[in-house]
């Protein structure tokens, strides 16, 4: 039996992916040129299978891509007052909802009322940028407490 070095399962449902599909049919072309017995090719599309397949992705709490995860410190570090990103971690909690967890440093110079409100501007920036964020919670921790 061919074996290939990739992926050829789909990791949340364990089904065969494209690539199993591509093997299994270079083995029944290459069984066929030997035997000249007849295979059968039962093709079958499932509409709309993709939003199912994410959703029950995200059930099992998918953290956020990367691209949603470096605007989000993109955006930390570009708000006045935070000094450093100590931990970004995020969660899909549904399709169109993720939480955010975040450990900022703050500029030492911030009083409370200061830090309150580069907390609120960096939160509303973030979730203008990023619809699907729906919760953020900030921790004030200084690197390596």
Do not use: W, Y
């Amino acid at each position: 039996m061919f074996k290939a070095a990739c992926e050829c399962t789909d990791k949340l449902t364990g089904l065969g992916n494209r690539q199993a599909f591509d093997i299994s049919m270079i083995q029944a072309i290459s069984r066929f040129k030997r035997t000249k017995e007849p295979f059968f090719l039962i093709l079958m599309d499932v509409d709309k299978f993709k939003p199912i397949n994410d959703t029950k992705g995200l059930l099992i709490g998918e953290g956020a891509r990367p691209e949603l995860v470096a605007g989000i410190r993109q955006i930390a570090l570009g708000t006045k007052g935070i000094l450093v990103v100590n931990e970004l971690r995020t969660l899909h909690l549904g399709p169109a909802d993720v939480l955010v967890n975040i450990s900022l440093d703050f500029a030492d110079s911030l009083d409370s009322a200061d830090v309150e409100a580069t907390v609120s501007a960096m939160e509303r920036q973030v979730k203008e940028t990023f619809p699907d964020v729906s919760s953020i919670f900030i921790e004030a921790q200084k690197p390596g407490s």
